[in-house]
Nanobody, 127 residues
Framework: QVQLVESGGGLVQAGGSLRLSCAAS????????MGWFRQAPGKEREFVAAISWNAGNTYYTGSVKGRFTISRDNAKNTVYLQMNSLKPGDTAVYYCAADPSKTTYYSYSDYRRYGYWGQGTQVTVSS
């Protein structure tokens, strides 16, 4: 069983920054493929970023490229999402997700790849 706990959300003005953290349980965290998704009111869940087990590969949705950075510290069982130049359109609940499987049929941006989810943290960007 994998437990994920997000933190770091809040209210920030447009142009500001936030860093989200996701602490994971499990002794094999270093082997997990990790992702961040978000969901705004009335909208579907949206892929934001993902990172491979050794951080050798990172992936972003187009709207956050150049503004957001995903990283991980396997010694701390934690994945981060640094968000800069925030826009009102980034307002959403942000979810951390883990894929501990060794093989998968799904793309890194497909929510079905991820078997474990955190409870979410609210990010609100005011204009």
């Amino acid at each position: 069983q994998v437990q994920l706990v997000e933190s770091g959300g809040g209210l920030v003005q447009a142009g500001g920054s936030l860093r989200l953290s996701c602490a994971a349980s499990g002794r094999t965290f270093a082997s997990y493929f990790m992702g961040w998704f978000r969901q705004a009111p009335g909208k579907e869940r949206e892929f934001v970023a993902a990172i491979s087990w050794n951080a050798g590969n990172t992936y972003y949705t187009g709207s956050v490229k150049g503004r957001f950075t995903i990283s991980r510290d396997n010694a701390k069982n934690t994945v981060y999402l640094q968000m800069n130049s925030l826009k009102p359109g980034d307002t959403a609940v942000y979810y951390c997700a883990a894929d501990p499987s060794k093989t998968t049929y799904y793309s890194y941006s497909d929510y079905r790849r991820y078997g474990y989810w955190g409870q979410g943290t609210q990010v609100t960007v005011s204009s």
